[in-house]
């Protein structure tokens, strides 16, 4: 099994930033994918951010720019910087992880997600 620990969800104002983290631990052999989903109210779950070991991050179009995900080399931890947060941002943001248990078979995971709120 694998836990995924997200962080870092709260109430801001309009312009202010925040940082997500979201740490996998468990019976991981390898982890080639750390993303960020999200999904307000009343709408589908959506793109934020993924990184893929090898390639180069994906962002929605919408939020390039303002967010930035990282993941240190070495970490099975991945970061969502985002700026300049709008109450459209309001959501609450889900960590994906993607990769191989010890026994070489494939996993995906959801975290529990973290309430981002976004209001004057």
């Known amino acids: 099994q694998v836990q995924l620990v997200e962080s870092g969800g709260g109430l801001v104002q309009p312009g202010e930033s925040l940082v997500l983290s979201c740490k996998a631990s468990g019976n991981i052999l390898t982890i080639n994918t750390m993303g960020w989903y999200r999904q307000a109210p009343g709408k589908e779950r959506e793109l934020v951010a993924t990184t893929t070991i090898g390639e180069s991050p994906n962002y929605a179009d919408s939020l390039k720019g303002r967010f930035t995900i990282s993941r240190p080399n070495g970490e099975n931890t991945v970061y969502l910087q985002m700026n300049s947060l709008i109450p459209e941002d309001t959501a609450v943001y889900y960590c994906?992880?993607?990769?191989?248990?010890?026994?070489?078979?494939?996993?995906?995971?959801w975290g529990q997600g973290t309430q981002v709120t976004v209001s004057s």
């Open positions: 994906l992880v993607r990769g191989r248990y010890m026994d070489f078979r494939d996993f995906g995971y």
